[in-house]
Nanobody, 122 residues
Framework: QVQLVESGGGLVQAGGSLRLSCAAS????????MGWFRQAPGKEREIVAA????????YYADSVKGRFTISRDNAKNTVYLQMNSLKPEDTAVYYC???????????????WGQGTQVTVSS
């Protein structure tokens, strides 16, 4: 059973940057594919980025390509989301999630953090 705790959210002006962190415990971190999802008010939760167990391959939603970077440090049991050039439409609760299955099956993530709010002002 993996426990996930996100941090790093906050309020930032458009064009600014934030780095989200997700610390994992209770399992072997390198056994899990990891993803960042977000949910804006009144909208469905959506995948933002994902990274495979080794960190050697990543996925990004079209809306964040070129602005966000996902990375992981298996020695620190942590996954990161560096967010640059933030836009008001990036405002959402951001969730870290882990999967024991395919990293690219975004409906199959097993474990979820509590979420961290990101608010981008215009």
């Amino acid at each position: 059973q993996v426990q996930l705790v996100e941090s790093g959210g906050g309020l930032v002006q458009a064009g600014g940057s934030l780095r989200l962190s997700c610390a994992a415990s209770g399992g072997t971190f390198s056994d899990y594919g990891m993803g960042w999802f977000r949910q804006a008010p009144g909208k469905e939760r959506e995948i933002v980025a994902a990274i495979i167990r080794s960190g050697g391959s990543t996925y990004y939603a079209d809306s964040v390509k070129g602005r966000f970077t996902i990375s992981r440090d298996n020695a620190k049991n942590t996954v990161y989301l560096q967010m640059n050039s933030l836009k008001p439409e990036d405002t959402a609760v951001y969730y870290c999630a882990a999967t024991s299955g395919s990293t690219w099956n975004f409906l199959g993530y097993d474990y979820w953090g509590q979420g961290t709010q990101v608010t981008v002002s215009s």
